[in-house]
């Protein structure tokens, strides 16, 4: 404006001096002046123009630096939905490359199956309420911290392997006249955040349904040895207190496998025969399984001595293995088989003693396997906490041990523990 007005100002004072102009040379050094004014004044405003051009360029870095630079996935898109904007977080959460995605209208395409609006475009239509509900139904809301900005949370089934849980947020970008040109929207991961929540949901359910069973299990033996007492009838007694101590073992496991969960607890290194332990757990269940049509073989390594291992860690491992190959096996449903549970061990490398649970019950589905160490996730309904294998694999991993298993559904499942002898930091 302040040029214009030069400009401006030159060409009255010309026409002012040509007016009292008494010749055609005077006439052309005016002419000649007033054009090199206009010269200057022009060179002058081409070179605010190109300062202010640079700004904007260094301006344009910087910001881009800041994106780039972030840990929070980010991009951005212009007025024409063309994005500008695609950081490497981004990059990494979607899996879709920066160079695929500027400069294309394609940022849908990570998150959708089918073309539809992202919150950063709901931004550049200026979508009013019921648009947006058709996109997000109530899964969004206004922000309460930026004017004209929206966040929702939604679960994209087709985001990297298993699908992604994720909270994102849309602001727009404004204009000095207060115009929207663009929109940046932030993606934050919550998958982990869910599970966490889900296996809390499940926690909660599972303890409850299970406490509730204990709590059934103790009034119906309660019942069965007051009908005992009344009637002076020592059967009654003996299964009504035998009921009431199953439930009160019960109660026992479940506060150790929880004590066991919320801290960590170092292996108390003893001697130990490992192959005495495993007989111990087998007396412990032998006798249930038989009675239920299932054989417990062993195939012990006689060359195993004494080693130094912690064997609270071997027992309660064993029992929650063995335990839990008995289950597998109550319900298969196949009617011709010879139903077993074998617990062989050997020693590898003079090192290692190694465990080996099989049993050839119903085998486990793929979502069994995918949550097997998942806290309070249990294939026997109300019958388990689904602390045990939890709770297993956390002991074996304190001990420096391993833990894996194969398994087939309807064929069985085996483990095999793998543990280390001696105390770490010592040789034996």
Not at 35 to 52: G, L, P, Y
Not at 165 to 193: H, M, N, Q, V, Y
Not at 306 to 335: Q, W
């Amino acid at each position: 404006m302040k040029i214009n007005f030069q400009i401006k100002e030159e060409i009255i004072e010309a026409k002012k001096r040509i007016k009292k102009a008494t010749d055609y040379s005077e006439i052309e050094k005016i002419f000649d002046g007033f054009s090199n004014t206009v010269t200057k004044i022009a060179s002058k405003k081409i070179q605010n123009i190109q300062d202010e051009k640079k700004k904007l360029i260094e301006r344009e870095k910087a910001v881009s630096q800041i994106i780039n630079g972030s840990m929070i996935p980010t991009f951005v898109i212009n007025q024409n939905r063309i994005v500008t904007h695609w950081n490497r977080a981004c990059e990494k959460l979607t899996g879709y490359a920066a160079k695929d995605i500027i400069g294309t209208n394609k940022h849908w395409t990570p998150f959708r199956l089918k073309k539809r609006p992202t919150m950063a475009d709901v931004i550049i239509a200026s979508m009013g309420k019921n648009d947006i509900n058709k996109y997000y139904m109530d899964l969004w809301n206004r922000s309460a911290i930026i004017e004209g900005a929206y966040e929702a949370e939604e679960f994209f089934p087709h985001l990297g392997e298993n699908g992604k849980w994720i909270f994102f947020t849309a602001a727009p970008i404004k204009s000095r006249k207060g115009e929207i040109i663009g929109a940046i929207e932030t993606l934050w991961d919550k998958t982990e955040t869910k599970k966490i929540e889900q296996e809390k949901e499940r926690a909660v359910s599972g303890m409850a349904h299970y406490i509730k069973n204990i709590l059934v299990g103790l009034k119906g033996g309660s019942y069965v040895l007051d009908v005992g007492f009344k009637n002076n009838n020592t059967e009654k007694m003996k299964k009504g207190w035998n009921t009431i101590k199953k439930n009160i073992s019960r109660i026992s496991d479940l506060a150790q496998d929880l004590l066991t969960c919320s801290k960590l607890k170092e292996p108390e290194y003893q001697k130990c025969f490992p192959n005495e332990i495993i007989k111990d757990v087998v007396d412990l269940v032998k006798d249930m399984a038989k009675e239920k049509g299932i054989k417990i073989k062993t195939i012990l390594d006689l060359t195993i001595n004494e080693v130094f291992m912690d064997p609270t860690t071997i027992h309660r491992s064993l029992l929650n293995l063995i335990s839990n190959g008995i289950d597998a096996c109550l319900d298969d449903k196949s009617t011709d088989k010879d139903w077993f549970v074998s617990i062989e061990t050997s020693i590898e490398n003079n090192k290692i003693v190694c465990i080996k649970i099989k049993d050839n019950g119903c085998g486990m589905t793929k979502t069994a396997k995918d949550n097997l160490y998942t806290s309070f996730f249990s294939t026997k309904g109300n019958k388990g906490t689904g602390l045990g294998l939890f709770v297993t694999s956390k002991l074996i991993k304190e001990h420096n041990g391993t833990i894996d298993f194969t398994s087939k559904l309807g064929k069985g499942t085996t483990f095999i523990i793998r543990l280390p002898i001696g105390v770490p930091g010592n040789n034996f």
